[in-house]
T-cell receptor
Framework: DTGVSQDPRHKITKRGQNVTFRCDPISEHNRLYWYRQTLGQGPEFLTYFQNEAQLEKSRLLSDRFSAERPKGSFSTLEIQRTEQGDSAMYLC????????????FGPGTRLTVL | GDSVTQMEGPVTLSEEAFLTINCTYTATGYPSLFWYVQYPGEGLQLLLKATKADDKGSNKGFEATYRKETTSFHLEKGSVQVSDSAVYFCALSGDRGSTLGRLYFGRGTQLTVWP
């Protein structure tokens, strides 16, 4: 049983560059979430997909951020024109259909913007 | 809006000591409540959950009771072990509309257990 996977695990980039992260949820999980976690804080919700539909976006998700889940399976999170304040751990989680709200988290992608 | 306030750490205990980590919440309706744990170098894992008032979640010797009257979900363990050293996050999930499913986390409490 493979859990949620994320790629890459670490990304170092220069300010102003674009970056893209990938998340592969547990198979047959129809809900997929993105969170951001900065040092010493709990994860903060960014966006949520049910199948391929993006149902909610946090106001934390500025215009530079975009997320997709084109076929209802894997998802990508892109950050354009990165800023130093974007440095954080980006977490992906998935949950199965139904009323079980448990979310299964991936290991995260740590982004460092120089 | 929905939110979670969690006891600030770090918490340092000797092995076999009693653990309490306080968590209170603000939410409309009847949220579900969770404790997640993050061991060093690992991802977040669900430790326990409770989905309605007076429910008690339990796992690995940890317990937490959903108290609606005090809007609390405190984590307890009677005898901690060195292997319990980790960061613990309290979280809630709303029960309606746009809050359904999304998790609101506390800031986390770092627990260190010494032998």
């Amino acid at each position: 049983d493979t859990g949620v996977s994320q790629d890459p695990r670490h990304k170092i980039t220069k300010r102003g560059q674009n970056v893209t992260f990938r998340c592969d949820p547990i198979s047959e999980h129809n809900r997929l979430y993105w969170y951001r976690q900065t040092l010493g804080q709990g994860p903060e919700f960014l966006t949520y997909f049910q199948n391929e539909a993006q149902l909610e976006k946090s106001r934390l998700l500025s215009d530079r951020f975009s997320a997709e889940r084109p076929k209802g399976s894997f998802s990508t999170l892109e950050i354009q024109r990165t800023e130093q304040g974007d440095s954080a751990m980006y977490l992906c989680a998935s949950s199965p259909p139904g009323t079980n709200l448990e979310q299964f988290f991936g290991p995260g992608t740590r982004l460092t913007v120089l | 809006g929905d939110s979670v306030t969690q006891m600030e750490g770090p918490v340092t205990l000797s092995e076999e000591a009693f653990l309490t980590i306080n968590c209170t919440y603000t939410a409309t309706g009847y949220p579900s409540l969770f404790w997640y744990v993050q061991y060093p170098g690992e991802g977040l894992q669900l430790l326990l959950k409770a989905t309605k008032a007076d429910d008690k979640g339990s796992n690995k010797g940890f317990e937490a009771t959903y108290r609606k009257e005090t809007t609390s979900f405190h984590l307890e363990k009677g005898s901690v072990q060195v292997s319990d050293s980790a960061v613990y996050f309290c979280a809630l999930s709303g029960d309606r509309g746009s809050t359904l499913g999304r998790l609101y986390f506390g800031r986390g409490t770092q627990l260190t257990v010494w032998p």
